[in-house]
């Protein structure tokens, strides 16, 4: 049974904008926190954002100012706006849920997973 889905990963070039967007189950966004990680090849999976039930969020020091998180629960999605995209930013980012009322930043701390969806950003 698929609890997550991302969508909306793609090519951008450098200074673009790319809009992610994770599609829960009912089950799965009775969650706490919802959150966003990236994850490159030959490193861990990085927090990159998070949003709370109650709509605090939380935000990596790389992406700060630039990435907008948000949680419509009708549709039961949570969306990542991510504007003036760098090269750096070029990962695959995974949607995460929790149980519980804070947005950890370590990725031992959620239980759901997404599939992932592929960022690339040229310069």
């Known amino acids: 049974q698929v609890q997550l889905v991302e969508s909306g990963g793609g090519s951008v070039q450098a200074g673009g904008f790319l809009r992610l967007s994770c599609a829960a189950s009912s089950y799965v966004y009775g969650s706490r926190c919802m959150a966003w990680f990236r994850q490159v090849p030959n490193k861990d999976r990085a927090f990159v954002s998070g949003i709370e039930a109650d709509g605090t969020t939380s935000y990596s020091d790389s992406v700060k100012g630039r990435f907008t998180i948000s949680r419509d629960d009708a549709r039961k999605t949570v969306y990542l706006q991510m504007n003036s995209l760098n090269s750096e930013d070029t990962a695959m980012y995974y949607c995460?849920?929790?149980?519980?009322?804070?947005?950890?930043?370590?990725?031992?701390?959620?239980?759901?997973w997404g599939q992932g969806t592929q960022v690339t950003v040229s310069a």
């Open positions: 995460a849920a929790r149980w519980g009322s804070y947005c950890y930043q370590r990725s031992a701390n959620f239980h759901y």
